[in-house]
C-alpha cells in the first residue's frame, strides 16, 4: 500500500455521510413517530400544557436517535461504498495502490465517533429521558384531576358514581343536564340524581360537584313493589375525592425503575435484585452497552460486505443492509430469550451478535471475493435472442408506430422503476419498524407462555397499519430515487433530446399514485378497522403478561333525551351485537326530568328500532305515578344504533363508521378527534398524488452539479411537510381551527409549491 492519502479518506466520508445521515433522519422521524402515537391522549389533550408536551417530545428522542443510529451507520456505509464500486470509483482508487485498509480507516474513524456518541445518550440521555417520560406521565394525571369531568363523557371512577354532563363550560367548571347514576350492591337500590345546571369547586385533595335544583329519584331492586321515591332538592353536593397528593407524593417520591437509571446505578440495582429482576435488569445493562458498540461493529461490517461482493449499486446495498440488520436483530433476541430461560449467562446472550459480526467481518476481510451473478433474466434474454432481437426492435422503432412504443416503453420504464424502489423502501422501512417494535415488547412476550407466538401474531396485524403510516415516506422515496438515478443515468436528457415534455415523463407517475391511492383507501375502509382492533387487543394482551383484556361490565351511551347503560360480555363489539342487561334512561325533550325506565336481560339494534328478546320492563313515570308494566317482547324506536358508540379509536373505524361516531358522541374531545380522523382518511386517495407533485421537481433537474444537494432539499421538505401537517392536526385536535382546515390546508399548500415547483422545471 502506498503513503496515506487523507483526500482519499475524505472522499470515501463524504460518499457515506449524505447516505448516513438522511437514513438516520428518516428512520428517527418514522419511528419517533410510532413512539410519539404511545402517548397521543397527553399529546393531544386539552388539559396539558405545551411545556409538558415539549418536554414529552424530547424525552422520547434519546431512545429512538440512539437505536437508529447503528442502523444508519451500517446502511449508510453500505450504500455509499456501493454507490463508489457502482461508479467504478474504487476500482481507480485500488489501481492507484490504495489497498482495503486505508478504504476502511474512515469508517473506522466514523464509527469510533458514533459509538462515543451512543454510549453518552445510553449513559446518561435514555436515563434522563425515561425519567421526564414518567414524571410527565404523572403531571398529566394531576393536571386531568383539576377538571374531572367532561361534557359527553360518562366518568366511572369517581366513588362508585356514573356522572354524566350534556353540556357545559370546561374552563369554567359550569354543567348544564347532569345525570348521575349510584347503585346500592348490598340492597341493588338505584339512586338516580338529575339536575339542569351545576358547577365544579376544587381544591388541593378534593373536588366537590354542586347541583342545583336537584332531583333525586330512588329505584328498589324490586321494581314490581313500587316503592318508587321521587324528591327535589335545592341543592345536593357530592364530594369527589381525588388522588392529587398520592400522585404528588409517586411525583417526589416514587422508586425509580432500572430503565431510569444511569450504568452505575443500574449495577448497584442488580446487587439487591434476586431471580427474574435480576436477569432482567442485567440484560438491560448489557444491551445498554453493546449499543454503544453497534455504531463501530455496523461500520465494520457495512464495509466489508461490499468489499467482499463484486456488485454495485444502491439496491443491492439496500438487500445487504437489510440482510444484516434482521440476522442481527434476531440473533439480539435469541440472545436474549437464551438469558432470560438462563440456558446461558446473561453476558453471553447480550454479546452473541457482537461475536457473530466479528466473525464475520474478519471472514469478509481474508476470504477470496465473492462473485454474484447479475441479472439472469437480462442474460437469458440476449443468449436466446442475441443481435437478432436487437435488430427487429430497431426494425419495430422505425415503424410509424415508433412514438406511441416508445412512449409506453417510456411509461412501463418509469412505472416499474416506482414499483421497485417503492418495495424496496417499503420492506426495508417495515423491516426496521418491527424490530424496533419487536425489541420493544420483547421483555413482556419473551417471560410468558407462548409469548413468541402472541409477538408473531401482533406483528402480522399490525403490517397492514404499518404499511399504511409508512407509504407516504416511502413513495417520496421511490419518487425521488426513480427520478434522479435516471437523470444521473442520462436517461432524462436522452428522452427529452427526443422531444418528450418533462411534464410528460411525470404523467406515468402520477397516474400510478392515483392507482395506489385507490387501493390504500381500500385496505383503509376493508382490512385495516378489523386488523388494527385485533392488534390493539393482542398488544395489551402481551404488555399484560398474556391476559386477554376482557370486553365485560357495564357500559353507558347516550343520545338526544336518552341514556343507555348495558353489559356486552366476552363478546366482541359489532355492529348488531346483542346487548345484555340493558337499562334505558328517557327524559323529557325540555328539562332534566326521568319520563321513563326500560330494561331487559337481552336486547338487539335493528335497522331503526331496538328490539327486546325475552322479557322486558317498563317503569313509566311520566303521570307523577309510578306505572310498571312487564313485556314478553318489545320494541323501541331508535333511528340510529346507539352502541356504535362503544367505538373509541377511529383506527377501528371506516368512514361510514366515522361518521355515525360523529353522529352518536356527546363530547367536544371526542368529536373533534373522529372529525379530524374522518377529514384524514378522505385524503387517502390523493395523499400519494400530493407528495408526488411536490417531491418530483427535485429530482428532475437536469443539472449533475449538486444532486446531493437537491436531493436534501427535497428531503427537507418532506419533513416540513410532516411537521406542518402533524402541527396543523394538534391544532384542529384542540379546536383552535375546524378539522377540515386542520386536514386539508397542509395539502392545499404543498400542492400549490407542487405546482409552482413543476412549472419552473426546464422542459
Known sequence: MKGFSWRISSYILKAVLPYFIFIWLLLSVILFVQQAGRYSDIFFSSNIPANLLWQLTFALLPNVIAFTCPMAVLIGTIIGISRMRGDFELTAIRSAGIGNLQITIPIIILGVLLSLFAFFINLKGIPFAAQIVRRIAVQAAIYKLESPIEPGVFNTEINGYTIYVKDGDLQSGTWKNIFIYNEDKNTSQTRLITSKKGRLDSNAEKSELVLDEALISTIPGNESQNKFISETLGQVRIVIKTKRSELIEKLTKGEQLPDELGLSELARYIETKEGKERVEAQILWLRRVFLSITPLIFALLGTSLVLRFNRG??????????????????????????????????????????????LLIGWFYTSSRLFLRKNIRSYKINKLFGSA???????????????????????????????????????????????????????????????????????????????????????????????????????????ISAGQSVYRLLFPCFALMILIGLINFGLQEVILPNSNEIQDELRSQIRNKGIATKKEGLFWVSNENRIFSFDVGQTSFSKNQEMKNLTIYEFSQNEA?????????????????????????????????????????GELSENSNPFNALYKKPTHLNISETREQIDNTESNLEKRNYQVALEKKYTTVILPFIITLFTAPFALSLNRKGKVITIGYAVALWLLFMGVTNTFEQLGLAGFITPPIAVWAPLLLFSMLGVFLISKIKT
Open 389 to 495: 432481437y436487437k435488430f427487429e426492435l430497431r426494425k419495430v422503432f422505425k415503424t410509424k408506430y415508433s412514438v406511441s412504443l416508445n412512449n409506453a416503453i417510456l411509461d412501463s420504464d418509469i412505472i416499474l422503476s416506482l414499483i421497485k424502489y417503492l418495495f424496496l423502501t417499503l420492506g426495508f422501512l417495515s423491516s426496521i419498524y418491527i424490530i424496533f417494535t419487536a425489541f420493544e415488547l420483547w421483555k413482556f412476550a419473551g417471560v410468558i407462555e407462548n409469548g413468541t407466538y402472541l409477538l408473531i401474531k401482533y406483528l402480522f396485524f399490525l403490517i397492514p397499519f404499518i404499511y399504511i403510516q409508512l407509504a407516504p415516506s416511502a413513495l417520496m422515496i421511490a419518487t425521488v430515487a426513480t427520478y434522479v438515478i435516471k437523470s444521473r443515468q442520462n436517461e432524462i436528457v436522452t428522452w
Open 313 to 358: 449499486g444502491r439496491g443491492f446495498g439496500i438487500f445487504l443492509a437489510l440482510v444484516s440488520l434482521i440476522g442481527y436483530y434476531l440473533i439480539a433476541l435469541l440472545g436474549e430469550q437464551l438469558a432470560r430461560t438462563q440456558i446461558i449467562p446473561p453476558f453471553i446472550g447480550s454479546i452473541l451478535p457482537i461475536l457473530v459480526s466479528m
Open 593 to 633: 326530568k326521568l319520563v321513563k325506565i326500560y330494561k331487559s336481560q337481552s336486547a338487539v339494534w335493528e335497522a331503526d328500532r331496538i328490539r327486546f328478546v325475552g322479557e322486558s320492563k317498563l317503569l313509566d313515570l311520566q303521570s307523577g305515578k309510578t306505572n310498571f308494566e312487564i313485556n314478553r317482547s
